[in-house]
Every structure is written in C-alpha cells, then in structure tokens.
C-alpha cells in the first residue's frame, strides 16, 4: 500500500552526500521537499536539480528544507553536484539521498517491490522515481506529484502549492484554481455563513458553496 495524503511518512534511514540521518530527524519542526530522480548525469534531472538550487532563498523564507534522492552512490552524487552548480550558477546545498538499493523509492511507493537495478541499466529502468512530495511538520505527506521522463518538473508551482499548503494548514480555508500568495480563499463548508462572518469579518457569497473571504494572513 502506497504512502497517501495524511499520511505519516515512514522513519526512513537515509544516506546522503551530508552523512546518514532518520527522516523524521532531518525533516524536525519545518516543512520539508523530498524530490527524486531515476539516475544523476542525466538532462533533465540536471536542470532540475539547478532550479532548486536557485530557489535557495525562497525555500529558507518559508521555513522549508529540500532533500533530493537519486538511485546511485554518495560518490556519483558528490560528481554530479559539480555539473549542477556549473549549470545552474548556484551551490546545491541540499543533501542527495543515495538509493542504489531502491530501499527508500520502495518504501515510498515509487517502485515496485520486486525492481532491481539491472546491469548497464538506464534512467528508464527506474522511470517512475520522477517524484515530488512535500511534508508537514509534523511529519505528514501534504501534496505528491509524480511526472514522466519527459517533461521537466516546474518549481515555480511546486513554490506556488507549498504557499497554499502553508495558507491553509490547520486553518478552515482553501485555496481556488491558480491562486497564489495574498489572493483570497475560499471559505471552507465546514463554517455557516454567519461562524464564517464571526472568523474572517466579511465574506463574498459566489454560490450558496463558494465563499471567498480576503487572505487572513
């Protein structure tokens, strides 16, 4: 059974380019962005890797640390870090997950049970570890995106949900299409009209199910 929305994440043991840690240890009191890759010296995975780190300082003003994972060794991640920075122009700070085993890409549903790297394999052996998953604080998976070989991941809208994660974490509200910071919410069914009023001062009946109310934070 796979890791689902709300779920606690497993208390993975995890070794990186930075040293072996637990998950839950890494991840502490912040949010934290788990993206993985199926092999390093790769494309696409390359200019990904580089957006994440140029997004350094927004991931900081959001309380949130990212963790990369690749199914190869400590030592070809150390390597790749060089063609990353050199690409992107920015340090890659982040710790890379060393998953040659596939240990933490079966425990997080990315592959099968019974896969194995075969010898002289490609990034196609391990396709479906294309994945980004964003955790809460208190250790919860809030949001999974999953993309094919393809297409290259846009951070700009991983930014942009973890926004609306934090918006509305804990918080009777939710998010409309394509909103982003500052924009007004939606007032969750959970509140009447009159328990909405009382909370947020004033709300836009749309439908007798679609309120709005201004961003509260």
Known sequence: ?????NDVVPNLDLTTDQGSFKLHDF???KWTILFSHPKD????CTTEFGAVAQLADEWKKRNTQVIGLSVDGVEEHTKWKGDIESYSGAKATFPIIADKDLAVAKALDMLPANAYLPDGRTANDTATVRVVFIFSPDKKLQLQLTYPMSIGRNFAEVLRALDALQATYGKPIATPANWTHGQDVIVALSLDNEAAKAKFGSIDIKLPYLRTTKFPG
């Open 1 to 5: 059974m796979g890791l689902r929305i």
């Open 27 to 29: 991840i502490g009191d």
């Open 41 to 44: 010296f790769t494309p696409v």
